[in-house]
């Protein structure tokens, strides 16, 4: 409990906590709070009739399709860490287990890897795709964490 409390007289770890916070109840709620349908036309295309961020090409409601987005965001970026983890949990465990030249084949491919920027890998990948739906963005996104989610084994004692 101590450590807790430690934590809690932390300023950075407050702030940066009620900020997430603040990002995941919007996006949880984001439906509830939306002034407009998802898809209203609320008025003339790139004016500010109506709408507290102005309206889109099609004069739908900006603030009201962030809101609706939230949730879907938020889900897909769950999943893409979830499979990312597993993922590269998996590639850690197996380098580590099977050790000798497995290790250092598997290692070394991944420090490869790891020299190009992961989310402009899955960018490049995803540009490629002709209309990527939902699920193919998760797996592209969260194979490029998974490069990032296992620890070195020569790094362990």
Do not use: C
Not at 30 to 41: K, N, R, S, T, Y
Not at 65 to 84: D, E, P
Not at 126 to 148: E, N, T
Request: proline share 5%; net charge negative; charged share 10%.
């Amino acid at each position: 409990m101590n450590r807790l409390a430690g934590l809690a007289r932390d300023p950075k770890i407050v702030i940066g906590s009620a900020i997430t916070l603040l990002v995941v109840l919007l996006g949880v709620l984001g439906p509830l709070l939306a002034p407009h349908g998802e898809f209203d036309i609320v008025g003339r295309p790139f004016t500010h009739e109506g709408s507290f961020l102005g309206t889109d090409y099609l004069g739908q409601d900006v603030l009201s399709r962030v809101l609706y987005g939230g949730r879907s965001i938020l889900l897909m970026s769950i999943l893409a860490t979830a499979l990312g983890m597993v993922v590269g949990v998996t590639y850690g465990v197996l380098a580590a287990y099977a050790g000798g030249w497995v290790d250092e084949l598997l290692m070394r491919t991944n420090d490869v890897l790891l020299a190009f920027p992961q989310i402009l890998v899955a960018l490049l990948v995803l540009s490629a795709v002709r209309q990527p739906s939902w699920w193919v963005i998760v797996l592209f996104v969260g194979l490029a964490h998974a490069l990032a989610s296992h620890g070195s084994p020569e790094a362990s004692p």
